[in-house]
C-alpha cells in the first residue's frame, strides 16, 4: 500500500486507488474536484484579505458553520465568525462594517474549526489596514493615543504607576533602585496599577510575595502596557513601540523571571516579544503560585462558594487551566464550583482585542455585554446568598464583573475576586 | 491652493506641573510634550480644506528641540510637507514665535494660515493676529465652520457668540485664521505611519530667536483648592436616594413617586 500514489488534500491524505481486502474502494470523480459556485463570486475583497500579513487563513472556511453556536459575541447579536468569510467573498473587505470590531480575539470558534481559520491572526490584519486608513471608533482611538503618549490605556502619569505600592502595607522594591539582580522581577501591568479594583489585587500579591519571601521586585515608572490588545485591535505600530520601551528596561537590569499580573502581558512577553528581541521565562502569577502552594500558612477560613473564570489569554489561547485551580483548591474553606461554559470552552469577558476599549461602540451592536452574560452564568452556579465568588485571575475582569453584576440586578448576590485577593484574605488572621 | 498650519507643543497634563526653583517656570524634568489641542484642529481643518479643493498643506513649528515627533504626526495624518523653524532653547513667548513664523512665511508659499486660536500654555490667542500684523494679512480669530469661496480668493467663516448668535465673516485671502474648533475631531494618527516619517528628512528654515517683547512672567503659583467634594458611599440604593436628595436640595429636577 505504503508505494501508492497519493493525493493530498490539506491535511487529508487520500490514496488515489484503495483496495481493501480485494474490493476497490477508490472514490469516483465528483464535484468535489470540479469547480463550485463558491466561485462565482467576485475574488477581490477575499484576494486583498489573503493578500495582507495574517490575513491567509480566512479563504480556508468552507463555511460549515461549527464556529457560530461558540461565539460569545453570536450570542448576544448578528455576529459569528463565518458571516464574515461570507461577507468577504460577496466584497466587503469589513473595513467599514462594524463587525470589524466585535471579535474579541477569544479564540473560541479556532478551537473548533477544521479549516484553521485564525481571526487571532486575520482580525488584527484587516483592523491594521482600517487604522492606517484612520478607521478607528473615537473611543479605540482615545486609548491608543493615550498608550502612545503615556504607555497606559487611561492617559495616567506614567510616574503614577506606583501610586499603589504606599498602601501594601509591604516594601515593594523598584529594580531601578535596588541595583543588585532579583529572581522575580513582577510586571504589575495596567489595570492592576491604576485601576482602583486593579489595585487590590496588587497590594494582595505584593503581600504574598513578602510573606512568602520572594526575591523580587517592578520596574515601576520605566513599567509600560504590553501593547498586546493595541496589537490585537490593529496598531501594531503602537505594540512594537510600547514592545521596544519595555524590552529596553528588561535588558537594563539582571532577573531570573518576569511573573505577570495580566494574561495578555504573558502572551505578549511568551509569544510576541521573542521575535522582537527578548526572549526569557514568563510565568502568569498563578503559574509561580501554584508551586509554592505548599509553603503558604493559612491563617483564616475562607468560607466561600466560588467558581473561576478562564481568562481567554491563561485557558484557551495559551493552555493554562490547572494553575489558578490549585491555588483556589488550596485556599481553606474555598468550595470550587465550575460554570458550564469552563476551561476550553470558557466564555469571554469581552474586553480582549481592544473590546476593553470598544464598550460604547459595541453596545450599539449587541443586545447585552459578554461580561453580563457570563455573571449571569456565575450567578446561576455560585450566586445565591451572597457568600458566591466569581473569582478571576485577569486585571480587566474585576471592573467589567462588578460592572456587570450591578447592572443585572446582581448586587448582593455574587463578589468578584482576583484569585490572589483570596489568597491574601486567607493568609490574614481572621478579623476579629 | 497653498494651506500652511503653525504647530507647537505643550505640556501633557497627564503629568502634575510643578513649579521650578525661580518660582517663574514650570519644572521640565519629568514633562513630556504633546501636540497642542487647538493646533490639532487647525491642521484638521486643513486637511479637509486641502481635500475639498486640492492643494498642499504645509506644517511649521518652531525648533524647540524635540518638534519631530510633532512633525511627523503632522505628516502622517496627511500633511504634505512639515518644516522646522529656526532653533529655540525653549519655547518661545507668542511675540518672538510671530516674529520667526512671519520670517518663514517669506519664502514658504501660502494662501491660507491655519494656527490654533490659543494653546494652553498661552491663552493671549496673540500668535494669529501678531503674525497677521506683521505680514500685513487679514486676520479672523476663534473661528469654526472654515470654507474657500468658488473663486478660491476668499474663505468663509464663523464666529460664535453667546447666545447662539453665529456670525459669518468673508476675508479675502492670503489671510491668518486662529481656529476654535475642526467639523471633525482630529484624525488618529497610526504609531506605525509616524514612525515611519520621523526616519524621513525634515525640511528646516533659519528664523531670528532673539526676544521679540510680549508678556514676561513674574511668578507662577498653583490656585488654592476650593471645596472639599463628597464621596457617597453605601449600595447602589443607598447612593442613588443620595444622589437624589442633593438634586432635591439644589432644586434640580423634580422627585417623581417611588
Known amino acids: 500500500m505504503k508505494e501508492l500514489p497519493v493525493v493530498k488534500v490539506d491535511r487529508v491524505i487520500e490514496l488515489e486507488h484503495a483496495v481493501v481486502d480485494g474490493i476497490d474502494i477508490s472514490g469516483g470523480w465528483n464535484r468535489m474536484f470540479s469547480q463550485r459556485s463558491i466561485t462565482e463570486y467576485p475574488t477581490e475583497a477575499m484576494d486583498w484579505v489573503t493578500g495582507l500579513v495574517g490575513g491567509e487563513s480566512l479563504r480556508a472556511c468552507y463555511q460549515c458553520g461549527k464556529c457560530v453556536p461558540v461565539c460569545p459575541v453570536n450570542h448576544v447579536g448578528d455576529y459569528g465568525p463565518r458571516k464574515l468569510n461570507n461577507k468577504v467573498l460577496r466584497g466587503n473587505r469589513l473595513l467599514d462594517d462594524p463587525d470589524l470590531w466585535l471579535c474579541t480575539t477569544c479564540g473560541a470558534c479556532y478551537r473548533v474549526c477544521p479549516k484553521e481559520v485564525n481571526p487571532l491572526d486575520f482580525m488584527p490584519a484587516i483592523r491594521e489596514q482600517a487604522v492606517l486608513e484612520g478607521k478607528v471608533p473615537d473611543e479605540l482611538a482615545e486609548a491608543f493615543q493615550n498608550l502612545g503618549r503615556t504607555g497606559n490605556p487611561m492617559g495616567e502619569s506614567p510616574r503614577k504607576r506606583i501610586d499603589w505600592v504606599a498602601e501594601a502595607g509591604v516594601d515593594v522594591p523598584v529594580i531601578g533602585q535596588l541595583g543588585r539582580p532579583v529572581d522575580v522581577l513582577w510586571y504589575v501591568s495596567d489595570y492592576t496599577s491604576y485601576h482602583p479594583r486593579g489595585k487590590d489585587a496588587a497590594r494582595a500579591m505584593a503581600r504574598v510575595l513578602t510573606t512568602l519571601g520572594v526575591d523580587f521586585a517592578i520596574l515601576g515608572p520605566e513599567e509600560r502596557s504590553d501593547g498586546d490588545s493595541a496589537r490585537l485591535a490593529g496598531e501594531s505600530g503602537l505594540f512594537e513601540m510600547l514592545a521596544e520601551q519595555n524590552i529596553k528596561a528588561f535588558g537594563k537590569y539582571e532577573f531570573g523571571r518576569l511573573v505577570v499580573m495580566d494574561p495578555h502581558a504573558y502572551n505578549a512577553f511568551k509569544n510576541h516579544y521573542p521575535r522582537l528581541g527578548w526572549q526569557g521565562e514568563v510565568l502568569h502569577y498563578t503559574q509561580f503560585l501554584a508551586p509554592l502552594v505548599d509553603r503558604f500558612v493559612w491563617r483564616s477560613n475562607v468560607d466561600l462558594e466560588v467558581t473561576y473564570h478562564d481568562p481567554c489569554y491563561l485557558g484557551r489561547n495559551n493552555g493554562e487551566y490547572d494553575a489558578p485551580r490549585i491555588l483556589l483548591e488550596a485556599i481553606p474553606g474555598i468550595r470550587l464550583v465550575e460554570m458550564p461554559h469552563t476551561k476550553r470552552n470558557g466564555y469571554c469577558c469581552g474586553g480582549g482585542g481592544g473590546g476593553m476599549w470598544l464598550d460604547g461602540f459595541v453596545a450599539d451592536h449587541v443586545s447585552e455585554r459578554l461580561s453580563e452574560r457570563r455573571v449571569r452564568e456565575a450567578v446561576a452556579t455560585v450566586g445565591t446568598d451572597g457568600t458566591g465568588v466569581l473569582s478571576v485571575a485577569c486585571p480587566y475582569e474585576p471592573s467589567r464583573f462588578e460592572d456587570a453584576v450591578k447592572s443585572t440586578g446582581n448586587d448582593g448576590r455574587i463578589v468578584v475576586r482576583d484569585i490572589i485577593e483570596l489568597i491574601d484574605q486567607a493568609m490574614q488572621p481572621p478579623p476579629s | ?258
Open chain 2, 1 to 258: 491652493m497653498e494651506f500652511v498650519v503653525l504647530v507647537k507643543q505643550v505640556p501633557d497634563l497627564a503629568e502634575e506641573l510643578v513649579i521650578d526653583a525661580t518660582g517663574r517656570d514650570i519644572d521640565r524634568e519629568w514633562m513630556t510634550w504633546v501636540a497642542s489641542e487647538w493646533d490639532e484642529y487647525a491642521l484638521e481643518e486643513a486637511l479637509h480644506l486641502r481635500d475639498a479643493v486640492g492643494g498642499r498643506v504645509t506644517c511649521l513649528a518652531l525648533d524647540t528641540g524635540s518638534v519631530d515627533e510633532l512633525l511627523a504626526t503632522c505628516l502622517a495624518r496627511g500633511a504634505d510637507r512639515a518644516v522646522k523653524v529656526g532653533s529655540f532653547e525653549r519655547p518661545p513667548t507668542t511675540h518672538t514665535a510671530a516674529r520667526a513664523f512671519a520670517e518663514a512665511l517669506g519664502t514658504v508659499p501660502h494662501d491660507l494660515v491655519l494656527t490654533g486660536v490659543q494653546a494652553i500654555d498661552d491663552l493671549d490667542g496673540q500668535l494669529a493676529p501678531l503674525l497677521a500684523g506683521l505680514r500685513d494679512l487679514p486676520h479672523v480669530s476663534v473661528v469654526t465652520h472654515i470654507a474657500i469661496g468658488e473663486d478660491g480668493g476668499t474663505a468663509t467663516v464663523n464666529q460664535e457668540y453667546a447666545g447662539g448668535v453665529v456670525a459669518e465673516f468673508a476675508v479675502d485671502l492670503p489671510a491668518v485664521l486662529g481656529v476654535q474648533a475642526s467639523r471633525e475631531a482630529p484624525r488618529y494618527a497610526p504609531v506605525s505611519r509616524v514612525r515611519q516619517m520621523m526616519r524621513e528628512p525634515m525640511d528646516a528654515i533659519d528664523a531670528p530667536a532673539g526676544d521679540d517683547g510680549g508678556l514676561v512672567v513674574e511668578a507662577l503659583s498653583v490656585p488654592e483648592a476650593g471645596g472639599a467634594a463628597e464621596m457617597i458611599g453605601g449600595s447602589a440604593d443607598q447612593v442613588a436616594e443620595r444622589i437624589a436628595a442633593i438634586l432635591a436640595e439644589r432644586g434640580i429636577g423634580k422627585v417623581v413617586a417611588a
